[in-house]
C-alpha cells in the first residue's frame, strides 16, 4: 500500500530535549517536506526536500532540522524544544515538486511541556 | 497573506444536504486543489482543477474554478456522516513553484 508513515504519533517532551520524529515514504517520490498546523495558522511549511541531500527552508524553518541521506526518509529533528514547537505535525511526499498531489502522513502530535 | 481564503469557516449540515464552500486567492494559479482532513489525521487529496478548467467532477464532489473572480468552489452532493471533516484549497500560485494552504472549511453532516 501507497503511503508515508510517521513516528511517533504521540509525544510528550520536556524543555531541551532533543526528538527525531521520523517520517517514510514507499512511493519512490523525490519531494518531501515537514509542515506543522496550528489552530488559526493553518498549515506552515518548516522544511522540504527536493531529492536526496537537498533540502532547504519552508516558511518556520527556526527550531527544525532535517536530513535526507535516503530516498525514502526525511526525519524531523528539534535538537532543544521549546513550548512554542508544541504542534502536530505532518510529513509529506510528492511525485517531484510541491505543486503535485501531496501524499500527508497521519500526523504527530507533539507536546512540549 | 498568500493564503486561498475558504468560506464558510465552519458549516453545519443535515445528510442528505449539499454543502458548497468557497476559496479565494489573490493572485494568478497553475491549479488549485482541494484536500479533505479527518478530525487530527493527515490531508488527503480529493481533486485537482487546472486554470484552464473551468468545472472537474470525482463522485460527489464537484469543483468550479473562476479564474476571473479568483475563487474556487467545492460542492458535496447527498452529504453522509462520514463527509464530516475540514476542507482545505491548496493554490499552486505562478511563479512561486509552491502550494499555499488555506485555513479551511469545517464541515458537520449530522445524522
Known amino acids: 500500500e501507497a503511503q508515508v508513515t510517521q513516528n511517533p504519533r504521540y509525544l510528550i517532551t520536556v524543555t531541551g530535549k532533543k526528538l527525531t520524529v521520523t517520517c517514510s515514504q514507499n512511493?519512490?517520490?523525490?519531494?518531501m517536506s515537514w509542515y506543522r498546523q496550528d489552530p488559526g495558522l493553518g498549515l506552515r511549511q518548516i522544511y522540504y526536500?527536493?531529492?536526496?541531500?537537498?533540502?532547504d527552508k519552508g516558511d518556520v524553518p527556526e527550531g527544525y532540522k532535517v536530513s535526507r541521506k535516503e530516498k525514502r526518509n526525511f526525519p524531523l529533528i528539534l535538537e532543544s524544544p521549546s513550548p512554542n514547537q508544541t504542534s502536530l505535525y505532518f510529513c509529506?511526499?510528492?511525485?517531484?515538486?510541491?505543486?503535485?498531489?501531496?501524499?500527508f502522513g497521519p500526523g504527530t502530535r507533539l507536546t512540549v511541556l | 497573506s498568500q493564503q486561498g481564503e475558504e468560506d464558510p469557516q465552519a458549516l453545519s449540515i443535515q445528510e442528505g444536504e449539499n454543502a458548497t464552500m468557497n476559496c479565494s486567492y489573490k493572485?494568478?494559479?497553475?491549479?488549485l486543489q482541494w484536500y479533505r482532513q479527518n478530525s487530527g489525521r493527515g490531508l488527503v487529496h480529493l481533486i485537482l482543477?487546472?486554470?484552464?478548467?473551468r468545472e472537474k467532477h470525482s463522485g460527489r464532489l464537484r469543483v468550479t474554478l473562476d479564474t476571473s473572480k479568483k475563487s474556487s468552489s467545492l460542492l458535496i452532493t447527498a452529504s453522509r456522516a462520514a463527509d464530516t471533516a475540514s476542507y482545505f484549497c491548496?493554490?499552486?500560485?505562478?511563479?512561486?513553484?509552491?502550494?499555499?494552504f488555506g485555513t479551511g472549511t469545517r464541515l458537520l453532516v449530522s445524522p
Open positions: 509529506a511526499s510528492s511525485f517531484r515538486r510541491q505543486t503535485d498531489t501531496q501524499y
Open positions: 512511493m519512490n517520490h523525490e519531494y
Open positions: 526536500s527536493m531529492n536526496v541531500e537537498v533540502t
Open positions: 493572485t494568478s494559479i497553475n491549479n
Open positions: 482543477i487546472r486554470s484552464n478548467e
Open positions: 491548496a493554490t499552486d500560485l505562478t511563479g512561486f513553484q509552491k502550494l499555499v
